[in-house]
Nanobody
Framework: VQLQASGGGLVQAGGSLRLSCAQS???????LAWFRQAPGKEREFVAA????????LYADSVKGRATISRDSAKNTVNLQMNSLKAEDTAVYYC??????????????????????WGQGTLVTVSS
């Protein structure tokens, strides 16, 4: 069982990038998230989405610049990043976990909540 992350690359500051996370199974009962790890730093939360209702959560550092969305036809979760900054340079990971009615939505910002991880895709923002 794997998540496939793609879409990373080199982009100039102020530019945009779209990351995708795909898997062959149905995401219906899942929450999916993007985390990132910059060189020499801890991995941090970027955004999360609950598949069944599309509710989203964002880190303050990307709020207003990032949009996480789901594509039911392609069974992917996308992260659109705009107005990129040098500090957005990192390896971006997608993660997934099953959710139930008892799952705390606000807790989805914590990486300990996730048990499925993709391989990471590198985003480099040049200034």
């Amino acid at each position: 069982v794997q998540l496939q992350a793609s879409g990373g690359g080199l982009v100039q500051a102020g530019g945009s990038l779209r990351l995708s996370c795909a898997q062959s199974w149905n995401f219906g009962s899942y929450a999916l998230a993007w985390f990132r790890q910059a060189p020499g730093k801890e991995r941090e939360f970027v955004a999360a989405i609950r598949w069944r209702d599309g509710n989203t959560l964002y880190a303050d550092s990307v709020k207003g610049r990032a949009t996480i969305s789901r594509d039911s036809a392609k069974n992917t979760v996308n992260l659109q990043m705009n107005s990129l900054k040098a500090e957005d340079t990192a390896v971006y990971y997608c993660a997934a976990r099953t959710v139930t009615s008892g799952t705390s939505f606000s807790a989805l910002r914590f990486q300990s909540q996730y048990d499925l991880w993709g391989q990471g895709t590198l985003v480099t923002v040049s200034s």
